[in-house]
DNA sequence: GTGATTGCAAATCTTTTGCACTAAA
DNA sequence: TTTAGTGCAAAAGATTTGCAATCAC
């Protein structure tokens, strides 16, 4: 692994208190990655989009780790998964009760805040389950 | 490719007529694929649960031809891709609109009707967009 | 015949893993 | 120290593709 300087101060440090909230070892590819995801704005990144902006900042995860962490910080409860094509595995910083528009043309995903969604009627849970989430997604396309 | 005998009448006939009506050639691998998916029940299936089944019915169909018909009728609207949590692509029969459980614990995926689920509010479409389809997939787990 | 379809194997793409090395506590 | 985390390269899965042989029309 590149030796890097310590980063001290800033965006650093929440994300240090962000990870050891949720008892996963602050290392310095893990800090990198979570001052990027958790920024403010809400993401929906993959794991190459991952290792582009980890390239751009020069923050030197390599894409094994970058998977290893992206699956850790899931776990965490840090992030949630979004599978929408099969093609590759979507990961949202939006952790909330929320849901998606998914551009087929583009493959750009956007949020639904849940209060944008409300149901009249739902099915009855089969016996002997419980409901865990309701993924609801709209799929839009360019109006020609 | 195995030489097969040619089965004439039964189930053959209407999967042929099937894909006769979406401009798909009627070849022996289609046919038997077709025979299997359409025969009534709706299922959800990959590719590797087909594969399965032609391999059952000593149908002699290829995995590549798996891919390549199941893509085709995908395109010919006589099936539905579904991804559900990225590790493999699922083909929904029923093409009508309708909406789906999964049961995370053993990837098993039911059919819930449209008329179940009704919404009381959907959120505005962005502009320039138009929407294709709602999917709505209520996930459930074995209650404890 | 002629162009579409098939099967095989190789290629591609995303994600995971084994293991020696390094860093956090 | 001791254990968890990292990087690399190899492995694993799912899916696609190139191409010669074969089939549907």
Redesign the interface.
């Known amino acids: 692994m590149k030796p890097e300087r310590k980063k001290r101060g800033g965006k650093y440090d929440s994300s240090a208190a962000l990870l050891q909230g949720v008892c996963v070892r602050p290392t310095r590819q893990r800090l990198a990655l979570a001052a990027w995801l958790f920024d403010g704005s809400d993401k929906h990144v993959t794991a190459e989009e991952s290792s582009a902006a980890m390239r751009r900042r020069r923050a030197g995860v390599s894409l094994a780790t970058i998977y290893n962490t992206l699956n850790a910080f899931t776990e965490s409860g840090l992030l949630r998964?979004i599978?929408?094509?099969?093609a590759?595995?979507y990961f949202d910083t939006n952790t909330n009760d929320h849901y998606h528009?998914f551009?087929?043309k583009t493959g750009h995903l956007?949020d639904?805040?849940a209060s944008?969604?409300?149901?009249?009627?739902?099915?009855k849970?089969?016996d002997?389950?419980?409901?865990?989430?309701?993924?609801?997604?709209?799929?839009?396309?360019?109006?020609?």
Do not use: N, W
């Open positions: 998964q599978a929408i094509d099969g590759q595995i528009f551009d087929e956007t639904i805040p944008s969604i409300r149901f009249a009627q739902l099915p849970i089969p002997g389950k419980a409901l865990l989430r309701v993924d609801v997604v709209l799929r839009v396309q360019r109006a020609r």
